[in-house]
């Protein structure tokens, strides 16, 4: 089971991190990744982790301003977000799987309920 939080409203150009503890034993044999999913769109693929941590991937339109991390002892994976646009507005779910790169639903096995991210302008 994967519980996301840290949603919420900020201003444009604020900064906002999520966080999306698991539960069970096997939180290290899954890479790690946040999508979203704005109103009237499709879920979009945001950054993804590998299961050390050490290797990560972004999608173009949030490169450079969020980052993707993740605690395995705490069992938790982050995302924080930086110089926040309007269009980031969306509901953002963490996930894992077993391709820390990929946008396909196909390659995500475990799925968290979202939070909402509401950016103003």
């Known amino acids: 089971q994967l519980q996301a939080s840290g949603g919420g409203l900020v201003q444009a150009g604020g900064s906002l991190s999520l966080s999306c503890t698991a539960s069970?034993?096997?939180?290290?044999?899954?890479?790690m990744g946040w999508f979203r999913q704005a109103p009237g769109k499709g879920r979009e693929f945001v950054a993804g982790?590998?299961?050390?941590?050490?290797?990560?991937y972004y999608a173009d339109a949030v490169k450079g301003r969020f980052t993707i991390s993740r605690d395995n002892g705490k069992k938790t994976v982050y995302l924080q977000m930086s110089s926040l646009k309007p269009e980031d507005t969306a509901v953002y779910s963490c996930?894992?799987?077993?391709?820390?790169?990929?946008?396909?639903?196909?390659?995500?096995?475990?799925w968290g309920q979202g939070t909402l991210v509401t950016v103003s302008s």
């Open positions: 069970g034993r096997t939180f290290t044999n899954y890479e």
């Open positions: 982790t590998s299961r050390t941590g050490f290797s990560t």
């Open positions: 996930a894992a799987g077993r391709t820390y790169y990929s946008a396909s639903n196909d390659d995500w096995d475990y």
